[in-house]
C-alpha cells in the first residue's frame, strides 16, 4: 500500500518506518527542510532505540522516504497520516493550526479517493473538523478516520509492532477494512483491532493517560504520606500492587511525571470538560498534585542543609522525564534543577541521551559531563532524577570517595534504602525515609 505520513516528529517517524517494515512503500513528508535534510542524510532527529537501524534498512530498500513535497506526498499516496504537532495551549487546549493546515492541503491535492487517518493526539471533535476542511476544498471522495496512538518513548517501536490493541475510529465500512488490513501484521496473536466512531476513538487516547497520570499523582500522594507518618512506601506499593484488580503497572512513586503525553492530555481533558460545562475535580487535582511532586525532592534538600544551599554543589544523574528517550518536555529535572540554581547552588549533570537537550533548556548555567562519576567530584549531594539502567549499581565505595559529602537524594526509589546506609551515606527517597 502507499502510503503517506505527514509530520517527522516521533509518532510520524515510528509509524512510517513500522508500516514500511511490512512491505508498504512509505513516505514522510515535513515542511522543515533541515529535518528532512538529516534524514535523508542518515540521521535522525529524535533519540528511541533501534529505530535509526529499521529507518537505514528501509530506505536501503527503498520501502521509505523522506521529503519536503508534502502535495506530491499526498496526490501519490492512498492513505494519508497526519502526524504533526498539537501544542497545548495556556488554558489545556491543544492547538489544531497545524492538523488543520496538513487537511487544507490534502483537500487541496485530491486526486481520487483518500483515506486521511489522525495519528495526532487530538480533542473529541477533530475527525469532524479535518473533514470538514478537506471537504472544503475538493468534491474528491474521502474517509477520515481517528487511529490514536499509544507509544511510550523508549519501547515505540514494541508498541506499534506488538500492540496491546489497535483503535479505529470510523464510520464508513470501507475506511474500517483499510484499516484492519493495515494493521493485520501487527495482530497476529490475536489482540484486538476495536472499530468504534471517531469520538469515542479520540476520547479513549485521552482518557488512557488521564487514569494512568491519575495512578501516578495517587501513588506519589501515598509517598508523601508515608514520609509523614514513618511508613515504607515500597511495602505500601507491595501491598498495593499484589491486590488483582490494581496490578503493579504506574504504582511508582518519584519526582513527577513529565513528558508529550501525560502533562498534555491530562489538561487537554480538564479543557474538554469546562468547554461542556463539567469541572473534571479529579484531573485538576492530578495536574495540582504533579506540579507539587516536582519539587518534592527540593524540600527535602533545603530541609536537609537547613534552607541555605548557597555554594552547595549537585550532581544530577539523569534529565530527561524517563529513561531511553532524550525528550525534556516537563521533566522534573528542570524544576529540580531550576529551583536549586535560584537558591544558589552550582549543578552538574550526565545522562545517557538527554545532554544536548537539557542545553537548549538550561545553556550554560549548569555543567554537563557524559562520566556519572565526574558529576559526583566534588558534590555536596547527588539527586538521582532518571532511573536510567546505567544508574542502578554503582561503586558505592567510589562515589562515596568522590563526594565532598555522601548524601544521595533519590527522586526515583532506585536504591535500596538500607543498602546505602549501609555504606555510609545519608539517603533520602520518595517515601521511604523511614528506612523501614
Not at 496473536?189 to 499523582?217: C, F, G, Q, V
Amino acid at each position: 500500500m502507499r502510503i503517506a505520513v505527514i509530520g517527522t516528529g516521533y509518532v510520524g517517524l515510528v509509524v512510517g518506518t513500522c508500516f514500511a517494515e511490512t512491505g508498504n512503500t512509505i513516505v514522510c513528508a515535513d515542511v522543515d527542510q533541515k529535518k528532512i535534510d538529516l534524514l535523508n542524510g542518515g540521521g535522525i532527529p529524535i533519540y528511541e532505540p533501534g529505530l535509526e537501524e529499521l529507518i537505514r534498512r528501509n530506505v536501503a530498500e527503498e520501502r521509505l522516504s523522506f521529503t519536503t513535497d508534502v502535495a506530491q506526498a499526498v496526490k501519490d499516496a492512498t492513505v494519508i497520516f497526519i502526524a504533526v504537532g498539537t501544542p497545548q495551549g495556556d488554558d489545556g487546549s491543544a492547538d489544531l493550526q497545524y492538523v488543520l493546515a496538513v487537511a487544507s492541503t490534502i483537500g487541496e491535492n485530491m486526486n481520487g479517493y483518500k483515506l486521511v487517518v489522525d495519528k495526532s493526539t487530538v480533542p473529541v471533535g477533530t475527525a469532524r473538523k479535518v473533514a470538514a476542511t478537506i471537504a472544503s476544498k475538493t468534491s474528491e471522495q474521502f474517509d477520515v478516520v481517528s487511529n490514536p496512538e499509544f507509544l511510550k518513548e523508549g519501547t515505540a517501536l514494541d508498541d506499534f509492532m506488538k500492540p496491546d490493541r489497535v483503535v479505529i475510529g470510523a464510520d464508513d465500512p470501507r475506511a474500517a477494512e483499510i484499516m484492519r488490513e493495515l494493521y493485520a501484521p501487527f495482530v497476529r496473536t490475536n489482540k484486538p483491532i476495536l472499530i468504534m466512531d471517531p469520538e469515542s476513538a479520540e476520547l479513549t487516547k485521552y482518557a488512557a493517560n488521564s487514569l494512568l497520570a491519575t495512578r501516578i499523582s495517587f501513588m506519589n500522594e501515598i509517598a508523601q504520606l508515608c514520609d509523614r507518618v514513618g511508613a515504607s512506601f515500597s511495602k505500601v506499593r507491595e501491598g498495593i500492587g499484589t491486590d488483582a484488580r490494581l496490578g503493579t503497572s504506574f504504582l511508582f512513586a518519584g519526582v513527577g511525571y513529565g513528558g508529550s503525553c501525560f502533562p498534555k492530555d491530562v489538561r487537554a481533558v480538564a479543557k474538554t470538560a469546562r468547554d461542556h460545562d463539567f469541572e473534571f475535580k479529579i484531573l485538576d487535582a492530578v495536574v495540582d498534585v504533579n506540579e507539587r511532586q516536582k519539587s518534592y525532592l527540593v524540600e527535602k534538600v533545603m530541609r536537609h542543609y537547613g534552607g541555605d544551599v548557597a555554594g552547595k554543589r549537585f550532581a544530577v544523574w539523569g534529565l530527561s522525564f524517563k529513561p531511553r528517550t532524550d525528550d525534556m518536555r516537563e521533566a522534573p529535572s528542570l524544576t529540580i534543577i531550576n529551583a536549586l540554581l535560584a537558591a544558589g547552588a552550582t549543578i552538574v549533570a550526565t545522562d545517557p541521551e538527554a545532554i544536548e537537550e537539557a542545553k537548549r533548556h538550561l545553556g550554560d548555567r549548569i555543567g554537563y559531563t557524559n562520566k556519572p562519576m565526574e558529576a559526583a567530584d566534588g558534590a555536596n549531594a547527588l539527586l538521582l532524577l532518571t532511573e536510567w539502567n546505567e544508574f542502578r549499581n554503582p561503586d558505592f565505595d567510589q562515589l562515596k570517595g568522590r563526594m565532598q559529602e555522601p548524601v544521595i537524594f533519590d527522586g526515583r526509589n532506585v536504591y535500596s534504602p538500607a543498602r546505602v546506609r549501609e555504606r555510609g551515606f545519608t539517603y533520602y527517597g520518595i517515601g521511604n525515609d523511614s528506612g523501614k
